[in-house]
T-cell receptor, first 114, second 111 residues
Framework: NAGVTQTPKFQVLKTGQSMTLQCAQD?????MSWYRQDPGMGLRLIHY???????DQGEVPNGYNVSRSTTEDFPLRLLSAAPSQTSVYFC?????????????FGPGTRLTVT | EDKVVQSPLSLVVHEGDTVTLNCSYE??????LLWYKQEKKAPTFLFML????IEKKSGRLSSILDKKELFSILNITATQTGDSAVYLC???????????FGKGTKLSVIP
């Protein structure tokens, strides 16, 4: 049971480049989400999904796309990277969306956009 | 819009001290409040408090929820250097699929 996995761990992009951050979980969780964490800002929700084929926006969705074709995978796409997207990105998953049940976090991806 | 405010933002204590971390919140139709510990990696779950469980304890850590005054505290007794971390508070509203996090309290425990 690997829990929540994320790849890559580190990434450097140039402004305007695109990339996909990968997230996978093997706990059969319905709910998956992406957060970004900036110094002094806590965790801010980017996008979330309550099941395969269902996604919705969080607090800071601009510049990011998601899709959920399977229960296990929830990739985050940066369409045209900007320096403001330099951050640490965490993927999380849990059962029973909306009940406040414990979310399991992946190890994070540190992204730098130059 | 849901809101979580944690205080203090940072705290430095000596080993053996007792600390209290604060979390106040505003949320539509409160469902639960969660505490996480974050060292130099992903947050790890500590406690979840709900209307039916307003007090939790695990070893030297304990937490209470005051639903009337809309706040929670996290207590750590006999602190150790391994308690050094950022402690995050989050709330979930009924019918919402989102957790709203506070900015965290950075605790530093020095020998």
């Amino acid at each position: 049971n690997a829990g929540v996995t994320q790849t890559p761990k580190f990434q450097v992009l140039k402004t305007g480049q695109s990339m996909t951050l990968q997230c996978a979980q093997d706990m059969n969780h319905e709910y998956m989400s992406w957060y970004r964490q900036d110094p002094g800002m806590g965790l801010r929700l980017i996008h979330y999904s309550v099941g395969a084929g269902i996604t919705d926006q969080g607090e800071v969705p601009n510049g990011y796309n998601v899709s959920r074709s399977t229960t296990e995978d929830f990739p985050l796409r940066l369409l045209s990277a900007a320096p403001s997207q330099t951050s640490v990105y965490f993927c999380a998953s849990s059962f029973f969306p909306g009940t406040g049940n414990e979310q399991y976090f992946g190890p994070g991806t540190r992204l730098t956009v130059t | 819009e849901d809101k979580v405010v944690q205080s203090p933002l940072s705290l430095v204590v000596h080993e053996g001290d007792t600390v209290t971390l604060n979390c106040s919140y505003e949320v539509t139709n409160f469902r639960s409040l969660l505490w996480y510990k974050q060292e130099k990696k992903a947050p790890t779950f500590l406690f979840m408090l709900t209307s039916s469980g307003i007090e939790k304890k695990s070893g030297r850590l304990s937490s209470i929820l005051d639903k009337k005054e809309l706040f929670s505290i996290l207590n750590i007794t006999a602190t150790q250097t391994g308690d050094s971390a950022v402690y995050l508070c989050a709330v979930a509203g009924a019918g919402s699929y989102q957790l709203t996090f506070g900015k965290g309290t950075k605790l530093s425990v020095i020998p």
